[in-house]
């Protein structure tokens, strides 16, 4: 399994096209941009160039400041300057740097550093399954659990 994980690039997996939106956006527009188009994340661009990512975990994070908050632009909430991944990177390499920093999104950029779009850990367990479909299908849902009951009573 290392193997193909090394072996395999982050252009193989299903790359989500790019959502890109201006430092100067409100928060409310890329909340509406991220439920219309059902994804996690919207990557914050100027000049074509990466600078930041916003993702629901942010939203979440600043859900206490209320709906006013939602007015503010996009710069007040993104992480700036993302960790970022290009295209020819293997995908051993996505899934640390996601562990490594704690994140399930993960901008894509191409060789001049353009963003390409985005993957989330969600296209990693996919690869997972896909490539190795005996193995992940077959394991119990937690194998150091014992249930209290028999299953089915």
């Known amino acids: 399994m290392k193997s193909n994980l090394r072996n395999h690039k982050i252009r ?3 790359i989500s096209p790019p959502i890109c939106v201006s ?21 914050v661009c100027q000049n ?3 600078v930041g990512i916003m993702t ?11 709906e006013a908050a939602w007015n503010e632009p996009i710069q007040q909430w993104m992480t700036r300057a993302p960790v970022s991944i290009a295209a020819n ?33 969600r296209n990693i367990v996919t690869y997972l399954a896909d490539q ?3 193995t992940v299908y077959t394991l119990p849902p937690d194998p150091d659990k014992i249930p209290g009951t028999p299953e089915g009573a």
């Open 12 to 14: 193989h997996l299903r």
């Open 23 to 43: 430092e100067g956006s409100l928060i409310r527009d890329a909340i509406r941009q991220m439920q219309t188009q059902r994804v996690g994340c919207v990557l």
């Open 48 to 50: 074509d160039r990466l």
């Open 56 to 66: 629901e975990v942010d939203v979440v994070r600043k859900a206490e400041l209320g």
């Open 89 to 121: 990177a293997s995908i051993w390499d996505a899934a640390k740097a996601m562990k490594d920093g704690g994140f399930r999104h993960l901008p894509v950029i191409d060789g001049e550093g353009n963003p390409m779009g985005f993957i989330s850990i």
């Open 132 to 134: 190795f479909p005996d």
